[in-house]
């Protein structure tokens, strides 16, 4: 379509200076945004762009980021050229300004929204809204929006026909300069959970005086969401299913494609909440069970970083709260707390007795430089309290005995323990768990604390087990036992292998040996008459 030049019109207001009138008026919808109707009163008038109508007020005309929002602060001159109130003008245009130090686009009514929130140069349109009224949508503008809350189906930014971007600098409303025509384009329909949380994302802007209804299948907390805050949960959901942290402003500026899945996969966690949100959880730490280096810890530290930013105060409140409920029944809670990565604890998690970071440091002797070397090492626990400040550094008075405890060669671990008396790691943890074996869990007595064994307390029960496990000479053994038939003898009995450690630490039962000690236990040989009076009283 070729561009006409304007003739005939009618000057308003007084003076030369004064802009034209066009000869056609219109008016526009409810949910009509400024340059969309710009772009449909250039049509109705025989423009091939908007930009004319922009240039018969003397407006900058190009269609870059900054005169974009600049056309809001033209909304006067815009009124008289035409022929429809400013005020309502104001209400379907943006305009940027600085707010708290950082760049806004004030739009859609009183909201304040990040630079990234509106797509300026790639507008999407929904074929089946302009199949039914041909004309551009203002929350179309709205770059999360990926999917039409009307009809269910995602959103198109691409010319059908000549597979170009959509720009706003094109002759049609419903169509593109190569002669495509959008209400002829194929819809695909967006899923379920996409549709819905595309309605949330609607009714997150007060200035929608008519809202959709959404089923109930998130928390009560999503649907009070603004759009700034629905923009944080997804990007932080989305770093967290693919263990690579995005910002909202990256969010917002990615392939049309992407945000789409982005918003699905956010509806999906948020749905059945919190179940699908523990799943998450457990899904990252699991991908990372085995990471020799420490991957636990490392996405665990990457999970509570950004949950607990300080920006994002209120605004993740819901998610940190299930989140610790996960961690209290998580069976890498201990893993988490004992070694590397941030060490991020929570005091409403889980209580620990603690002092300062600079009172263990002072008790440990060390420099700032090391305290933190052995926090990051996983030496010390340290724990931050998000209901304080991110910045108030506790340290566990249990880290720090149990440190101080092992550079002065006190304690022994429960693997060390093992070595040491020769008997399985999970039956040493069975026996200091019964108590059989002396030991200690710091002062915080949680149950997550890792065991450690006094030096002292390992020999006396070396000594205590080496007492009743004799040598004895293989001349004549008809009347012992080899360690196989006797487990065989006690699991038919329903006695485990840990009862037969605690029976022979405890004197119940003899076990003899033909080397010195220490010996292994399937090595050792059982008194047949002892073992059977053992069962028998076990048995009544």
């Given at each position: ?14 003076g ?8 056609i ?36 005309s ?76 203002q ?7 990926a999917?039409?809350?009307?009809h ?46 595309a ?11 008519t ?39 990256q ?7 992407l ?9 999906q ?14 899904k ?70 603690c ?36 910045q ?10 149990r ?20 008997i ?8 200091l ?11 915080g ?6 065991w ?13 087990l ?75």
């Amino acid at each position: 379509m070729s561009s006409f030049e304007p003739m005939d019109f009618h000057r308003v207001g007084e003076g030369p200076t004064a802009p034209p009138t066009l000869p056609i008026h219109i008016q526009p919808y409810n949910d009509e945004g400024l340059h969309g109707f710009l772009l449909r009163a250039a049509e109705e008038n025989i423009y091939d762009r908007y930009y004319w109508i922009t240039d018969l007020g003397g407006i900058l005309s190009k269609i870059i980021k900054s005169e974009f929002l600049l056309l809001g602060h033209h909304v006067e001159t815009l009124s008289q050229i035409l022929g429809c109130d400013a005020d309502r003008l104001s209400e379907m245009s943006y305009a940027g300004s600085i707010y708290s130090g950082e760049q806004v686009i004030c739009g859609f009514g009183e909201e304040r929204l990040p630079a990234s929130a509106i797509e300026y140069l790639t507008p999407k349109v929904c074929p089946e809204c302009l199949r039914e009224e041909p004309y551009i949508r203002q929350h179309w503008d709205l770059s999360l929006l990926a999917v039409c809350p009307h009809h269910g189906s995602k959103m198109m930014n691409t010319c059908p026909d000549c597979g170009k971007p959509i720009t706003w600098n094109r002759g049609y409303v419903e169509g593109c300069d190569c002669g495509g025509d959008f209400t002829f384009a194929e819809t695909e329909q967006a899923s379920d959970v996409a549709t819905s949380m595309a309605k949330v994302v609607y009714n997150s802007l007060p200035s929608h005086r008519t809202k959709f209804e959404v089923d109930g299948r998130y928390p009560e907390v999503v649907y009070n969401m603004s759009y700034v805050t629905i923009g944080k949960v997804c990007a932080y959901l989305d770093g967290l299913s693919h263990d690579a942290m995005v910002s909202p402003p990256q969010l917002h500026r990615a392939a049309l494609e992407l945000r789409y899945d982005v918003l699905e996969e956010c509806a999906q966690v948020l749905t059945d909440w919190p179940k699908n949100w523990h799943a998450l959880i457990q899904k990252r730490l699991d991908e990372h069970a085995f990471n020799p280096q420490s991957g636990v810890q490392k996405t665990f530290g990457k999970m509570y970083q950004h949950l607990y930013a300080r920006e994002n105060d209120g605004d993740f409140d819901f998610l940190r709260e299930e989140f610790a409920k996960y961690l209290n029944d998580s069976e890498y809670a201990l893993r988490i707390m004992r070694k590397g990565g941030a060490r991020l604890l929570e005091l409403s998690l889980i209580e620990f007795p603690c002092m300062t970071a600079e009172e263990a440091r002072i008790k440990i002797d060390c420099s700032k430089g090391k305290l933190n070397n052995l926090i990051r090492s996983g030496q010390l626990d340290e724990v931050i309290v998000p209901e304080i400040s991110l910045q108030a550094r506790r340290i566990t008075k249990a880290s720090v005995e149990r440190y101080l405890a092992r550079t002065n060669g006190k304690m022994i671990s429960p693997r060390e323990l093992s070595d040491f008396v020769r008997i399985s790691l999970p039956s040493i943890m069975k026996l200091l768990e019964s108590g059989a074996i002396s030991s200690s869990r710091g002062t915080g007595a949680t149950g997550r604390e890792p065991w450690l064994i006094h030096s002292d307390d390992a020999i006396e029960f070396r000594l205590k087990l080496n007492a009743h496990v004799e040598t004895c000479s293989m001349k004549n053994t008809a009347w012992l036992m080899t360690y196989p038939e006797a487990i065989s003898k006690l699991n038919a009995a329903g006695v485990t292998i840990d009862d037969l450690i605690t029976a022979l630490v405890d004197g119940k039962i003899q076990g003899f040996r033909t080397t010195d000690f220490p010996s292994a236990l399937n090595e050792m040989f059982f008194d047949q008459a002892v073992l059977n009076q053992y069962l028998q009283r076990r048995l009544n």
